[in-house]
């Protein structure tokens, strides 16, 4: 079992940064893939960050070279900064973990982000 926390999320402007962490529980964090999702009002859930256990990542083509997913093993944190905050980056983004990436089985309560314009 594997507990995840986010924290980081807030307003900001457009063009601003944020960074976005999720704190994991229990020993085996560096066995799991990670995932960053977001989840605007009225639309479905998408992946915008996964990073593997080796430390390979892939971003989608909305948040490509804007957003950037990064782990440490030691401290059982994935982070993910990013930069040129658009509003429609607003949503509640959520962190996961899973075997390989984009197939998550646990996931974190989520954490607002607003970009205002």
């Known amino acids: 079992q594997v507990q995840l926390v986010e924290s980081g999320g807030g307003l900001v402007q457009a063009g601003g940064s944020l960074r976005l962490s999720c704190a994991a529980s229990g020993r085996t964090f560096s066995t799991y893939a990670m995932d960053w999702y977001r989840q605007a009002p009225g639309k479905e859930r998408e992946l915008v960050a996964a990073i593997s256990r080796g430390a390979n990542t892939y971003y989608p083509n909305s948040v490509k070279g804007r957003f950037t997913i990064s782990r440490d093993n030691a401290k059982n944190t994935v982070y993910l900064q990013m930069n040129g905050l658009k509003p429609e980056d607003t949503a509640v983004y959520y962190c996961?973990?899973?075997?390989?990436?984009?197939?998550?089985?646990?996931w974190g309560q989520g954490t607002q982000v607003t970009v205002s314009s």
């Open positions: 996961a973990a899973g075997r390989t990436i984009a197939t998550p089985d646990y």
